[in-house]
């Protein structure tokens, strides 16, 4: 981890965006979409997912922050991120787009295949919608006041439209607000949900505990639908075993 963290290469950064660099030796560009909840000290984000994106180095890593915490809603913010994401891909080389991302950043992994060609999605938790025609919760409207609209009104919306991207997206069965999430997905034939037993917003964590997380990513990022299900089942013999449940 420490090998591969020392990698990672300074693009961007300013008010809004900041952007980081794993090279891989692969043609496979994986955009990782970091969260809120995973800081350094300091309040900067870390960058997420680094060693199950990178495959042990055969991945290149794209690590987009969100630095206004804004979904994405902030004023030429997707813009800016489709701009660099094309660009980048470009200059790499790469021959095929995969994203990744948690909570927030699950929600962007889900919305960028709407404005780039995206070959497999993996979200954990995302939100699926933040509109007030669709979700209630206190906190949405305060974010588009702060900073704009979201860039789209549901990631469900993207799932349905963009039927060549395969999407893998994981909620945790012991979170309400997620799962009423969830439940705004639609029934489309390129969408995976794993519905992960004891856990709540913290499924991907869960998933690193119980020592699955980098195979379930690998699995998504290739497409190997049978991996990801070999996974999920081992997560969930170790989750019973080891988890207790809750809710929140």
Known sequence: MSEKQAQVEDI????????????????????SFTSIQHRHQDG??????????????ENKVLFVSDLRWSWYSRAGLMDKIIDYVTRIRDMAGA???????????????????????????????PQISMHPDLVTEDRWPGVMKNHGTYPVKSAGDVVTEKSGTEFYVTFGRNQK???????????APNLTVNMLPRCAHDAAEKMKTAGVLNKAVAAK???????????????ARYAREHFAPTWE
């Not at 900067?44 to 180095?57: H, K, N, Q, V, Y």
């Not at 639908?225 to 081992?234: H, L, P, Y």
């Open 12 to 31: 961007l950064e300013d008010e809004t965006l900041r952007l980081r660099w794993l090279d891989g030796t692969g043609p496979r560009m994986v955009v």
């Open 44 to 57: 900067t984000p870390r960058d997420e997912f680094l060693s199950a994106a990178s495959m042990d180095g």
């Open 95 to 125: 021959t095929e787009i995969c994203t990744i991302g948690n909570s927030m950043g699950g929600y962007g992994a889900m919305i960028l295949p709407r404005y780039v060609p995206v070959a497999r999605v993996a979200a954990f938790v």
């Open 177 to 187: 607000k997620d799962m009423a999430q969830a439940a705004l997905l639609p029934d």
């Open 221 to 235: 990022l290739t497409g190997d639908a049978k991996a990801v299900k070999s996974a999920v089942r081992e997560y």
